[in-house]
């Protein structure tokens, strides 16, 4: 009986340290998903803005009055458009509202001045372009 308790108790051990670092893992995964995913929206924030300055003649420098009013205008529902929906950061606590809106997009990206990368407000250091 001493032999059997002395057996189970190394094997609980193992067992809730495997389970520890493979929860671990899935986090760190999880973490660099998402990273991923907002960096994804991010190039097509670039790609939209890109676009808009094409068609509409704006050069460098220039910038919309508010986030809100560039997504509402980079968002179209056009053959054409870069974008084919309001983004939002993964990471973001309020990216499961639906529908999304350009206040929601405002609140997770900060478009920035054409010709400058747009930023991600909940994760500013992790989630950027190069």
């Known amino acids: ?10 094997c609980i051990a193992v067992m809730l340290m ?15 998903s998402m990273s991923n995913a907002c960096i994804g929206n991010l190039r097509h924030i670039e790609a939209a803005k890109d676009n808009y300055a ?6 460098n420098g220039w910038a919309w009055a508010t986030d809100e009013e560039a997504f ?11 974008m084919k929906g309001y983004p939002a950061c993964p990471a973001s606590s309020s990216v499961h509202i639906i ?7 405002a609140a997770s990206y900060k478009v920035n001045p054409i010709g400058s990368n747009p930023v991600c407000k909940v994760a500013p250091r992790r989630h950027c372009l190069p």
């Open 1 to 10: 009986m001493i032999k059997r308790r002395i057996f189970i108790v190394p």
């Open 18 to 32: 495997a389970s520890v670092l493979a929860i671990r893992q899935c986090a760190i995964r999880k973490s660099i």
């Open 72 to 82: 509402d205008e980079l968002v179209e529902e056009r053959a054409g458009s870069a």
């Open 99 to 105: 529908p999304r809106s350009a206040t929601q997009s």
């Open 54 to 59: 094409l068609e509409n003649g704006k050069s």
